[in-house]
């Protein structure tokens, strides 16, 4: 797996609608959260190299067909003419999977890769690595299981979005943003049954029943069966498991209604809330 820049840390923070903070030492976590991040609450952990994520709203990222054998300058040529703007940061990998060979290319604004280390030297640290949120998810998955081996597909449902990733062995192979995640959730909730947001947020943890589920989901289900099927019929693979990560994954019902409407095996990772920090704390360990 690749990230906009190489270097070694072990403190991983997200800044997400809360700010989440990993630490990876002696094969223990040590984590925090906090509405605001000040210098005073970074002074309850030992590392001062940081380690932080772009999301996927702010990543472009193009599936490039490899039909020839490029060399380096060559193969970078290609994946820059991809993108249309100058003022990109951009990276690639090259995929065998199967009997398909092709390049994913990253990119991202110079401007937002400079925020992010602008908003980690404000709070006196050295910000030694940025990457993207689905690798360092992807990462923290297989800490989780070590031993995988087949190809799966990791879903991580946040507040506003939901980012959809196949992998195999720690490889990505495939990427797709969906804009349906937890707010849209909750709002299809509190719609049908006549009640306040902040009502649905309480319901939706005490369990939904199956009509419901169906009313509710179904944007997600749908967005979920055709992501995966394009992959399937496009890359000729197969994915055997899902795994859930991310806030809005945390509700009663979620797991078993997409089992049995994709038929296939669903399985939510532990500590989802705080798997993005992790996966940046675990980088180059």
């Known amino acids: 797996m690749f990230s906009l820049f190489a270097a070694k840390g072990q403190l991983g923070i997200d800044f997400g609608d809360s700010i989440k903070i990993a630490e990876f030492k002696d094969n223990h976590f040590k984590t925090a959260v906090y509405d605001k991040l000040s210098k005073e609450d970074l002074k309850e952990f ?3 190299k940081v380690i932080t994520a772009i999301g996927s709203d702010d990543v472009k990222v193009k599936f490039i067909p490899l039909a020839t054998k490029l ?9 820059s003419l991809q993108f249309e703007a100058d003022d990109l940061v951009i990276q690639y990998d090259i995929v065998d999977y199967l009997d398909k060979k092709y390049v994913i290319g990253l990119a991202v604004n110079k401007d937002i890769v400079q925020s992010k280390f602008d908003q980690i030297r404000d709070l006196k640290l050295k910000a030694k690595v940025i990457e993207t949120e689905f690798h360092a998810n992807l990462r923290f998955l297989y800490y989780q299981y070590p031993n995988l081996k087949d190809t799966v597909s990791l879903v991580d449902i946040g507040r506003e979005k939901t980012d959809l990733i196949i992998a195999q062995q720690g490889e990505l192979l495939f990427f797709r943003k969906v804009d349906f995640a937890g707010r849209q959730i909750t709002e299809r909730l509190a719609k049908i049954n006549r009640i306040s947001f902040s009502e649905a947020e309480k319901y939706k943890k005490s369990g939904v029943d199956k009509e419901e589920l169906k009313i509710i989901l179904e944007e997600l289900r749908s967005q979920i069966y055709s992501s995966i099927d394009y992959f399937q019929s496009e890359y000729k693979g197969r994915v055997s498991k899902i795994f859930l990560t991310g806030g809005g994954s945390n ?4 797991k078993n209604y997409l089992e049995d409407q994709l038929g296939i095996e669903v399985e939510s990772i532990e500590d989802s809330l705080f798997s993005l920090a992790k996966g940046l704390a675990l980088r180059e360990l």
């Open 46 to 48: 030992s590392a001062q």
């Open 251 to 254: 509700f009663k019902g979620l």
């Open 71 to 79: 060399n380096d300058s060559e193969l970078k040529e290609m994946v």
